[in-house]
Nanobody, 126 residues
């Protein structure tokens, strides 16, 4: 089974930037849509961004549009989330996930994903 490992989280001031990475253990990852979700304390895990299997389709939550950018490098089995203009409300544990099935565009629905990383903490101070 593919394993996903997130990295790049940390503490940043409001207005700053971070770049999250999600490395997959197998090359089969390159055939799956990938997404980022986040969970803040006391809240449900929520959709952030998704990228189709070949990078040709992306979708974002309204709260991050224009500030975050998802990308992927299939040759390196890695998906990225560039986060700019960070706000305190972006504070959360960020998870990457691989969509069930192959050659999909991805979905904001968590149920579409069957492989999850362990998460990386992002904290934005005001």
């Amino acid at each position: 089974q593919v394993q996903l490992v997130e990295s790049g989280g940390g503490l940043v001031q409001a207005g700053g930037s971070l770049r999250l990475s999600c490395a997959a253990s197998e090359r089969t990852f390159s055939n799956s849509a990938m997404a980022w979700f986040r969970q803040s304390p006391g809240k449900e895990r929520a959709f952030v961004a998704v990228i189709g299997w070949n990078g040709g389709y992306t979708e974002y939550a309204d709260s991050v549009k224009g500030r975050f950018a998802i990308s992927r490098d299939n040759a390196k089995n890695t998906v990225f989330l560039q986060m700019n203009s960070l706000k305190p409300e972006d504070t959360a544990v960020y998870y990457c996930a691989a969509e069930r099935g192959l050659y999909g565009l991805g979905s904001p629905n968590q149920g579409a994903y069957d492989t999850w990383g362990q998460g990386t903490q992002v904290t934005v101070s005001s």
